[in-house]
């Protein structure tokens, strides 16, 4: 049985104002060579462009860890956040992220909950998934814009991830 994401109430898929969910499946990693990607937040705009200017509030960083506050800009967005799980792959335990992030205030206020799951699989394969949740005017009006731009961005993530720690993967290999 694969693992799923934990919601936070306020955030569960189908009861918040826009949700996207993002998977990949791939042979020749594993979720140890790819957590340093994720887990290192100023590493995102190396392999994903629609991030941008990743900073860590009182000193912390450069590794999320539960608590921690970040700052990062978005789909336009200058996002502040805060790590609300944090568990690095151990074995076959999977590897989980997740954090709270906000912008904006009043109508324009958004919040989103966006995870990440690591796990090993069978056959030499690891498993990536992201999925978000966001509350508030601007989730409504990306949840109804096509091409879906979560959807998009998301997949560039997570297919970036791979490629960074395919490359480096393949260098000590």
């Known amino acids: 049985m694969m693992n799923a994401i934990e919601w936070p109430q306020g955030y569960v898929p189908g009861h918040a104002d826009n949700f996207t969910t993002n998977e990949a499946i791939v042979a020749g990693l594993t979720a140890a060579e790819i957590w ?29 860890a539960l608590g921690r506050r970040f700052y990062f800009e978005t789909f336009g ?46 056959g030499g394969r690891v498993r990536i998934l992201t999925q978000e949740t966001q509350n508030g005017a601007p ?14 961005g998301h997949q560039e993530w997570l297919d970036g991830l791979t490629a960074a720690a395919r490359d480096t993967a393949g260098e000590g290999r």
């Open 36 to 64: 340093p990607f994720l887990a290192e937040a100023p590493r995102w705009p190396s392999y994903y462009a629609n991030s941008a200017n990743v900073r860590f509030h009182d000193g912390d960083g450069p590794t999320l």
């Open 77 to 122: 967005f200058p996002i502040e956040a805060e790590v609300v799980e944090y568990v690095a792959p151990a074995g076959e335990e999977p590897g989980r992220v997740a954090w709270h992030g906000w912008a904006g205030e009043g109508d324009t206020r958004l919040d989103v909950h966006h995870a990440w799951l690591i796990e090993n699989l069978g």
């Open 139 to 152: 989730a409504k009006d990306m949840a109804t814009t096509r091409p879906n731009p979560m959807l998009n």
